[in-house]
């Protein structure tokens, strides 16, 4: 059994639109911060350090979202993370934003780059990196049917 990372997030006004829910653009800055938190607290690699000494950075290569139930003001979202592939340099992640009372609220496919900042190209995942994102890799049959159970 694969570990999932995750915390919760306080939906604040700032989140909020004219309706009173989470305006869809945010849902991706709360998800921006979910990756870089599990980087620093759970792959020991912050983005200070990737960024900076690692001369690396993660970019999104492609991204897909499913918003399934609207998040207000006040409630505590936990955010749930998975890694389901891993490559020589990028990875697919698979996030789930969950409201209170267990309910999914939004489900996020994600896939990242590691790249050299400098010519931004590729370039393979740290080991230690590789090592530490291994735990968090779920198996192929376990992913799916995670994602079909939710539909």
Avoid at 3 to 28: H, M, Q, S, W
Avoid at 51 to 68: D, I, K, N, W
Wanted: glycine share 6%; charged share 20%; hydrophobic share 50%.
């Amino acid at each position: 059994m694969s570990e999932i990372f995750g915390n919760t997030v306080l939906v604040r006004f700032k989140d909020c639109d004219a309706a009173g829910i989470v305006f869809f653009p945010r849902y991706f800055e709360m998800l921006n911060d979910l990756v870089e938190d599990w980087f620093r607290e759970a792959l020991d690699w912050s983005f200070a350090d990737m960024h900076g000494a690692g001369q690396a950075g993660v970019p999104t290569a492609s991204l897909s979202c499913r918003f399934v139930a609207p998040s207000r003001l006040g409630e505590a979202l936990t955010r749930e993370l998975r890694v389901t592939q891993m490559g020589r340099s990028s990875f697919a992640l698979q996030v789930r934003f969950v409201g209170p009372a267990a309910d999914l609220r939004v489900e996020i496919t994600q896939r990242l780059v590691c790249v050299d900042t400098g010519p931004m190209m590729p370039r393979a995942l740290p080991a230690e990196v590789r090592a530490a994102m291994a735990r968090f890799l779920v198996p192929e049959g376990e992913a799916m049917a995670t994602q079909a159970s939710a539909l």
